[in-house]
């Protein structure tokens, strides 16, 4: 079982940055392909980015394209999600994710963290 807990978030101006981490429990955490997803007010929860276990591959919602960055320290047992050039529709509670799925498939998580608000101002 993995634990994600989620921190860095917060209130920031559009245009402005933000690093999100999720930091897990466990020792297989490099066993798990790691994702991140929102939700905002009133809207479903959408997926955002996601990691393969080793890192070699990303892969984002084209809302995300060229703005955020995610990425994983294996090590450190944490994955990080870099937003740039923020914009008020990107407020939402950002969660953090674990899957064991098929990388090439949906991305279904089999944990998720309790979420972190991200708040862009205009």
């Known amino acids: 079982q993995v634990q994600l807990v989620e921190s860095g978030g917060g209130l920031v101006q559009a245009g402005g940055s933000l690093r999100l981490s999720c930091a897990a429990s466990g020792r297989t955490f490099s066993t798990y392909d790691m994702g991140w997803f929102r939700q905002a007010p009133g809207k479903e929860r959408e997926f955002v980015a996601k990691?393969?276990?080793?890192?070699?591959?990303?892969y984002y919602a084209d809302s995300a394209k060229g703005r955020f960055t995610i990425s994983r320290d294996n090590a450190k047992n944490t994955v990080y999600l870099q937003m740039n050039s923020l914009k008020p529709e990107d407020t939402a509670v950002y969660y953090c994710?674990?899957?064991?799925?098929?990388?090439?498939?949906?991305?279904?998580?089999?944990?998720w963290g309790q979420g972190t608000q991200v708040t862009v101002s205009s």
């Open positions: 990691i393969r276990r080793s890192g070699s591959s990303t």
């Open positions: 994710a674990a899957s064991t799925g098929n990388w090439y498939g949906p991305y279904i998580p089999n944990y």
